[in-house]
Structure formats: C-alpha cells, structure tokens
C-alpha cells in the first residue's frame, strides 16, 4: 500500500509483490521525498550520505574559517584586549554550540531535518555576507584614515549582528549529522555497520574541511585582506547548499511520530479498511507521519502517544547528570580558539629564512590529528577490540568518553609545561616587558598539545554523540546528538565567565592578569593547570555517574517483562 500526498491527495494504489529482492526491499520507518515508503535500492546509504557528509565539511571549512583568527582580529583592527576578545570569542562559539540544541527542537517538533538544514544553511550565507560587507568597510576606513583606528559603533554593530546570525545558524550542525545518520538502517546488519562508520567517517570530513580553513584563510586573511578571508567561507556554504539540495530525490526521511493526527475520522477508516497497518502522513513533510492500526480509536492514538512521549522526555532527562559531568571537559576545549591561538603569537614560527606561520595555522595540526586517528580507531582499533570486547562498536561509548577526558587533562598539563617554558625563555633574553615580542622558542613545542587535544576530542565528542543518539528514542535523535553539541557550548560560557572572574582577582591592586595583554607577563600556564585539576574532577564525577547508570539500566533488565 503506499500513499501519495503530492497536491494534497490521496491516491491508494495496492502493492502486493510476490518476492521482494533484498536490495529492493521498502524499508520500515522511512519515506521518500514524495511520502512513499522508501526502497533499499533506491534511496539513501552512502551515495546520499556522501551530499551530506559533503555539505557538513563545506560548513565546518566556513566555520572554522571565521572562529580560528576571530581572537587574532578582534584584538587587531577592532582594538579589543586579550581578556575581552577571549571572552567575546567563548560567548560567540557558546552560543553557536548552543544553537544545535534548539535546531533540533525545531526540525523534530516543526520542521523536519531536511527542511531546517535548508533554513539554517540560508541564514548561514546570510550572516556571512553581512559579516563579509563588514569587514570590507572597516579594513576600507582603516586604509582611507592610514591609522589603525577603532571601528565606528555602527560598523561594529554590523559586524557583530552578522556574526551572532552565523551562531543562530549553527543548528545546522546536529540536524545534518542526523540527517546524515538516518540514510542509513540501523536494524539492517550492513547498514547498521555502516551507520557505525559514518560517525567516524563524518568527524574526517569534517576534520578536512577544518585542516584546509587553517592551512589556507589564516594566510588569507593576514597577507591578503580580511574582506576575502570572510568571503571565501560565504561561498562555501553557498556551495554546501548546493550539495545537499542535488540529493533531494535520494534521501531517505525517517518516520517520527506526532502527538494527535489531523487526518478526518472518515480518511482514517477509508485506510484502515484497505491495509490494517499503513503509514498515515501527517504533515506535509515526508518525515512527520503516523503508523495506525485498524482497530485504533483516535482517542487510544492520543492517549498513548502521551505516555509514550512522558517516558521519552524522563529517560532523557536521566542523562542530563551524565551530560553535566562532560563541562569540564568541555571548559579545556573552549581554550583551542582562544589561548591556544594567543600562545602561538609569541613564539618563532618561521619555516626556512622567508615564511612564518600565521599563529591561527598552528591549529591545522589538531584536524590532521583527527584525519590520521579516525581511520585508525575504525580500520584497526575497532576491529581488534570486538575480538577481545565481542562489543560490535569495539568499546562501550562510555569508556571512550573516559579515555578522552583523561587525555584531555593530560593536554592541559603539557600546555602547562609548554608555557612555563615559554615564559622562561622570554625571562632569560629579556622580553619580559617588551609586548607582543617573539620569543626564540620554535612552534613545534607547541604541537603536542594541539595534537592531544584533537585525540581528546575523537574519543570524547564522538563518544557522546553516538552515546546520546542511542540512548533518546528515535523521535529525539536529533535532540540526543545536539545534548554533545550544548555541552561544548555551555563549557564556552563557562570559560568566558572563568576568565573574566580570574581577570578581576588576579589583576586587583596593580597587579599583572593571568591574562595581560603583554603575553610574556601573563600567566596561561596557571590558567591550564586550573583546568587540569577541573578536568580530573570531571572525569572522578563521570565516573562515577557511569557505575550509577550502569546498574539502573541493570536492574530495569532484570525487572522487564519477558
């Protein structure tokens, strides 16, 4: 039986094959994007994830474009601090981690995926135009004037306007990823599997379009002009969006439930008298429809829809402790874009006699980390650890979030390490009091921990978004995988209030700032080793928290009914 809504008809056409083969198999619990059940052979796997998993690497590469040299900028021709501009950074990309949480509100309870991709991706293009404009007149203003003056308060406006439009878009991000994830069946072994790698194979894409955004837009943006360095990741998305609309008619649109149905009560008969279990669109978008058995009364459909809904909403709300243990980790990430890049302007960055790393390159090492480690952890620790585990995804989610957090505060320390020897340098030539001095210490002391910081991520991140997706009931999958997403936003807030508490005491009574704009009387390393010791307790908590819920989903095994 299948249904057809186009020009808000109904078309009943029965379908009664004798032998399906597998590859043309209709899949339960997907559409197409005519409403119809969707066919194996026909729609999704990796032909349709490849377009999504392409868009989102365009979109990482515009992102990261504008967030890795932002500090760098704001410090630079908007004249800001290095306090303010860490703390302006920390509440932009908070609030952009943030937005995940609420796209995915709206496409599960409004929208769908596919539609709120689309608006996402337009308000993207559209704050990176505004945010391009902008910077073009100010760098104009600024060449005119041939002095470094401040922005006017207008242009700021404009500048900052836009870029809060990019954060609003960045919903975007945990709708695509599950848009991506449902092109594949997970009650299918090989799709299952498939489904699996994605999650891997999403983070190298990703990881690629963030390695060329530093090798290339820092240089841009510092020897050429700020105006093409924005502009360029404006036309990345455009391209992006261009990607996921070539593959309309291959996706596949999973099946959600809503709460009532607004079919009449004499469509609802028509169908069930035809087929005793059928799919009912309910909205216009392919991905909002109701599965209705014969002998179901609209009123059994509401009333169980509501106790199922408040058992979705307290499991979810279960895992809020766990997610809550994932901040402190969260805070040590929030440093990348802000004192990581900082940290990399006072050091020798020179390759061979002529060139030098822009500062925001230096990040290029943490994406390349991750292109090396993710085919690693897939191809080879996976499979060697279902021998020993008999676990198909190698370890639980919950030990890779513990191997991450541990190599996350081991970061920390290095960083540490990595400053105090920075600044004893810059002590022993005497450049102490000399600003924005470059000390004789080489770049590469500073890779190690960027590079551990990308393997914390790969373990962590991941971890808890394949954790959070299979733990919410599909109807919330997009809200699950977000819960990862407002984690690292709210550690971005977090961060910026702990940097701006630690600016006011430490800078009391005349007194240098953990955070002095002269980098070589500041003190970054007693900021790491603060978020050191917050990151071991984090990971005492998590652990903790793990053996709770561990043996609660225990004890509702042993209690279920056979």
Known sequence: MA?????????????????????????EGYVDYRGYPSKRSKSGGWRSASLILGGGSLERFAFRGIECNLVNYLTGPLGQSMA????????????????????????????GLYQTNIISSILYILGLGFSTLAVALISNNQETS?????????????????????????????????????????QHQEESKANTSFFNWWLFGLSLGVALAYLILPYIQENIGWGIGFGIPCLAMVIGLVLLLLGH????????????????????????????????PTHEFPNKVLHAKKDDTKENIISGSSRRKHTEVKKTLKLLPIWSSCLMYAIAWAQVPTFFTKQATGVDKSIGQSFNIPSASLRVFIPLTTMCCTPIYDRVFVPLARIVTENPSGITEFQRIKIGMTI???????AALVEKKRLGIAQEYGLIDIPNSTVPMSFWLLVPQNMLCSIAYVFTVVGMQKFFYDQVPTELRSIGLSLSFGALGVGNFLSSLLIFVIDEITSQNGRDS?????????????????????????????????KSFSKENISLERTAPA
């Open 3 to 27: 249904i057809s809504t186009a020009k808000g008809s109904r078309n009943l056409e029965a379908v009664t094959p004798l032998l399906v083969r597998d590859d043309d198999e209709v899949l």
């Open 84 to 111: 303010i501009a860490a703390g302006n950074v920390n509440l932009w990309t908070g609030l952009g981690s943030l937005m995940p949480v609420f796209g995915a509100i709206v496409a599960d309870s409004f929208l």
């Open 146 to 186: 041939r002095i470094a003056a401040v922005p006017s308060t207008e242009l700021q406006v404009l500048f900052f306007a836009s870029l809060y439009l990019v954060a609003l878009a960045q919903g975007y991000q945990s709708t695509i990823q599950v848009f991506g994830a449902d092109q594949f069946d997970r």
């Open 249 to 280: 008619r291959t996706y596949r649109f999973a099946i959600r439930r809503d709460d009532t149905c607004p079919c009449s009560h004499e469509d609802d008969q028509e169908a069930s008298q035809n087929n005793p279990q059928q799919i009912i």
């Open 408 to 414: 996350s505060v081991l970061d920390m320390v290095i």
């Open 514 to 546: 953990w955070f002095s704009n002269n980098l070589n009387r500041a003190h970054l390393d007693y900021f790491y080793w603060l978020l050191a010791g917050l990151g071991f307790l984090g990971l005492v908590a998590f652990a903790f928290l793990e």
